[in-house]
C-alpha cells in the first residue's frame, strides 16, 4: 500500500532522511516515534507527496509520486498539528467546508453515528474553533480528516497535545475508519499515550534512519520484572556500549519530573509506559536517575544506534 525506497531528502544543505525504507503492505494503523527534529513531519510530507525526496521512490498503492504523467494518486489527507483551527467559524461550519472542499463525505448525522465524536450536533452549531482547547481541536482536525473518507491519512504530532482518553478515542476513531474504508494511516508522534496493540506497525526515527521499535506489539503493562545483569538485548554487547534504550514502565507519560535533556540521557519519546532514551553515558545511571525521580522501570529493550547499524552493514558488504 504504502513503500518508500532508498528515500533521502533534507532542506537546502541539511540532509533529514537517510536512504529510507518503509514497506506497509497491509491496511491499518503504523506508528512513527521520534525527537523533535528527528524528521517525522519530513517523512510524512515525502510520504503524501508533498516534499519531493532528492533521491528513491514512493509509491501509494502501487502508484508512484512525483512523476510528470502516470495514474492518479490515490486519495490521502494529511492532518497536522500546525493547521489546527482558530477562528469564529463553529464546527459546522467548518464540516461543512471540508466536505465542499474535498467534494465527498457522510452528512454531519451519519458521521456522528459512525465515530465517537465528542460533540452532539447542537454542540456543532453551537461551538466555535476559537473556544476549543488545544487536545480538542487536535480530535476536531482528525474527525475533519476521518470525514473526508481518504484512502491514505497521515497525522503529524496531533496526538503529542493529548492525554490518555482523548487519545485513546482518536485512536478508536482511526480503527473504525480503516476497518470500514481499508486505509492505512501513518502516525507520526513525539508522544503517544496510549497502548501500543493498536498499531500494525511501530517505528523508531533517529539521525535520518528508520528502525522497527522492538517489543512494540501487545499490551505494555504486561512487561517482564526487570532482570539482573546482564540486560539481554538485541546482540551481545555490554550494556555501557549501547546508545539507545526502550525502557518500559507504569504511566511515564503522567510524570513531568523527567527533563528531556538530563546528564544521563536524552528522551526521545514518551508513551503511556515506556521512554525512549538516547544514552550518554551508562544504562545504569539512567536507571538510577529515573528512580530517583520515583519511576520504576520494569523492563529494558535496547537497540543499536543508527551508526552501529551502519558500521555492521559496510563490514558485511565487504566481507561479502
Partial sequence: MLELSRVTAGYGRHEVLTEVDLNLREPGLYLVLGANGSGK???????SGRLRPRQGQVRLDGVQLYRLFGDDVPYHEFVSFGAIPD????????????????????????????YDVPWTAKQFVRV?????STSEKSELLLLLGLAASPRFLFVDEVFSQCGRDVTERMTGNLQRWSN??????LVASTRYGGYMDVFAGCFVLSEGKLRPLPGS??????????????????DSRSRDEREVAFVFGEYFYRHQRVARDNPHFE?????????LVRLKGTLDGALAYL????????????????SDEDSAASAESSES
Avoid: C, H, Q
Fill in 180 to 185: 470500514a474504508t481499508g486505509g492505512l494511516a
Fill in 41 to 47: 513531519s519530513t517523512l510524512l510530507k515525502v510520504a
Fill in 267 to 275: 528522551l526521545e519519546a514518551v508513551l503511556e509506559n515506556a521512554l
Fill in 128 to 132: 466555535r474553533g476559537g473556544m476549543l
Fill in 217 to 234: 506489539t501487545g499490551k505494555m503493562e504486561a512487561a517482564v520484572p526487570l532482570a539482573g545483569d546482564p540486560i539481554v538485548g538485541t
Fill in 87 to 114: 477562528s469564529d467559524a463553529s464546527l459546522l461550519e467548518m464540516y461543512r467546508l471540508k466536505l465542499e472542499a474535498v467534494g465527498r463525505g457522510p452528512t454531519l448525522t451519519d458521521f456522528i453515528r459512525g
Fill in 291 to 306: 528512580r530517583e525521580m520515583g519511576l520504576d522501570p520494569v523492563r529494558i529493550e535496547l537497540m543499536p544506534s543508527p
